[in-house]
């Protein structure tokens, strides 16, 4: 189970710590590259159409946190 990023409530801090290692499966918007989930910020903002909310993904270094 380890590294496939989901939480459990019997998990060891070992555990915890893997899964938080593993990627996410998304790509930061600055940077290009793929987000470790404890690296992962998203962002919603307004779609340039003006018709709802956008989710951007972030490493947190690159948005600036």
């Known amino acids: ?3 496939d990023g989901k939480a459990n409530k019997n998990q ?3 555990e915890r710590a ?4 593993g990627l996410s499966g998304k790509v930061c918007e600055k940077c290009g ?3 470790m989930i404890k690296d992962l ?3 919603q903002r307004k779609s340039l159409n003006g018709n709802g909310k956008v ?3 972030y490493h947190r270094r690159c948005y600036g946190l």
Do not use: D, F, P, R
């Open 1 to 3: 189970m380890a590294g």
């Open 12 to 14: 060891t801090a070992t």
């Open 18 to 21: 893997a899964a938080a290692m």
């Open 33 to 35: 590259e793929a987000i």
């Open 41 to 43: 910020l998203n962002v």
């Open 55 to 57: 989710t951007a993904s």
